[in-house]
């Protein structure tokens, strides 16, 4: 979630119940959080305990198709039945629609991998959670501290997308006990080994004493940070790139128009620290480029980032180092206000390197972000340092979008990272995002024009 959180610390391994505050004391932004994360925890793993992986509420004497219920295939489109079903023991809404206007979908009928092939191919349902702030929904903003007040608290929101996945012919038997656990081992496959990385503040090498530290050792930082490590190109290791931001990539600036290379923006930053300058690599983003980056497509390019080149402080300005409008991996380019388009910050500079342990810096396109070099300590700023860990057997994976966070404290001038048995820094699976799977349909032609659809939904038998 990019969001200006202090730190995130819910972990469901430590079997916290509740966080409880005590008289006195000083309330944070994580304490409170992490009760939300606590709670959802519960309720979910206790839906998913008894409902199973994927289920919907079903009523034998109702003739509608219940949530979800796909119909109508017509070779171009189909319908989806208004309803709830539960992934994961994650609610999923539906009011009702067909595959090209899902609310969340943001599809596009040129773009040749949207459309429905014509072979037999699943029907799925992909489900996350992505953080919405006052600048994808201005109606959470208070409007009593402010037109332009300060933004308060964010949101998370549960999206659904509809996906599809081709067929070979008896790829599995076509029933609703084994055609979600078939997909996720399928999609599961696709991303394992999955991507490791670990994070540390430098040290010496040896058993040096505090007082004898270089004053180059540890955070150096001159605040508190937490800092975030995003994988924007997906891939392997010769093709994955990433991209990092101190401050969790939760500067955004919204944008009022764009008219070339130049972008008019609402503001360009509260201060010096939280604002724009020249030099800065940003990305565009809106609605619908976030909702399109949860591809399970490995192949697909990520939209670039872009440079700052110009700012223009009394109009509040910038001039980027290509046009948006040209970039056919997002044709909106932020121009279209009712996806709420904005740009995100990102610190890793237009010069775009990652040195090796104090070594000369390595230049890379700063549109693509940072390669991901496995094995090596990257150093990003300050001390703080960051290695994703090869794998031994195959290479491994990073899908976009994953990424960890690593929280670094002036105080102890280190990160809070766990450690092995051993003390060095632990190798950590993605924070996020975390995607969850259900089935729906299986659809299969026969003769010239028609097609045979197979419910693979689970339904919850309704007691009265």
Aim: aromatic residues 8%; contains cysteine.
């Amino acid at each position: 979630m990019h969001a200006d959180f202090s730190r995130v610390t819910f972990d469901p391994a430590r079997r916290f119940s509740a966080v409880l505050s005590q008289q006195g004391r000083v309330q944070l932004d994580s304490e409170i959080n992490e009760q939300s994360a606590i709670l959802l925890h519960y309720l979910r793993t206790l839906a998913a305990d008894l409902l199973g992986p994927a289920a919907y509420p079903s009523d034998a004497d109702d003739e509608t198709l219940g949530g979800f219920g796909v119909d109508a295939f017509d070779g171009e489109n189909f319908t989806l039945a208004p309803g709830r079903m539960y992934v994961d023991g994650i609610l999923c809404e539906c009011d009702g629609t067909d595959y090209w206007k899902q609310p969340d979908g943001h599809l596009d009928p040129e773009r040749e991998s949207d459309r429905l092939p014509n072979g037999p191919f699943l029907v799925y349902l992909r489900v996350w959670e992505r953080l919405v702030t006052a600048v994808e929904a201005p109606g959470i903003r208070e409007v009593a501290l402010g037109l332009n007040g300060p933004d308060t608290a964010a949101r998370t929101q549960v999206v659904w997308q509809v996906c599809w996945m081709p067929l070979e012919a008896h790829a599995f038997h076509p029933d609703m006990r084994s055609a979600t656990r078939y997909l996720r081992e399928r999609l599961g496959r696709m991303y394992k080994p999955r991507g490791l990385l670990a994070a540390r503040a430098r040290r010496p090498e040896g058993d040096g004493v505090p007082c004898d530290l270089s004053p180059s050792s540890g955070y150096r930082g001159p605040e508190n940070q937490l800092y975030r490590v995003e994988v924007h190109q997906a891939g392997t290791a010769e093709t994955a790139r990433f991209k990092w931001s101190r401050e969790n990539g939760s500067v955004v600036l919204p944008i009022r128009s764009v008219s070339g290379p130049s972008v008019e923006l609402e503001t360009l930053g509260r201060d010096d620290k939280l604002g724009l300058e020249i030099g800065d690599v940003v990305e565009i983003v809106d609605d619908a480029s976030v909702c399109r980056a949860a591809t399970d497509n490995l192949a697909e390019r990520s939209p670039r980032l872009y440079t700052i080149k110009e700012v223009d402080h009394a109009g509040f300005r910038v001039l980027l180092d290509a046009q948006p409008a040209g970039d056919p991996h997002h044709p909106t380019g932020g121009r279209v206000p009712e996806h709420h388009p904005y740009l995100r910050r990102w610190d890793q500079g237009a010069a775009g390197w990652g040195s090796r342990d104090g070594g000369s810096a390595e230049p890379v396109d700063a549109e693509w972000g940072l390669p991901v070099l496995e094995g090596e300590w990257l150093s990003l700023e300050d001390g703080i340092e960051v290695r994703f860990e090869r794998s031994d057997s195959e290479p491994r994976t990073y899908r976009r979008g994953d990424h960890w966070l690593i929280p670094a404290r002036v105080l102890t001038g280190d990160v809070e990272w766990p450690t092995s048995r051993s003390g060095r820094p632990a190798s950590r699976t993605p924070h996020g995002i975390d995607y969850r799977y259900a089935a729906l349909a299986l659809l299969q032609p026969y003769g010239d024009s028609d097609y045979r659809m197979v419910d693979l939904r689970v339904p919850i038998p309704q007691r009265r």
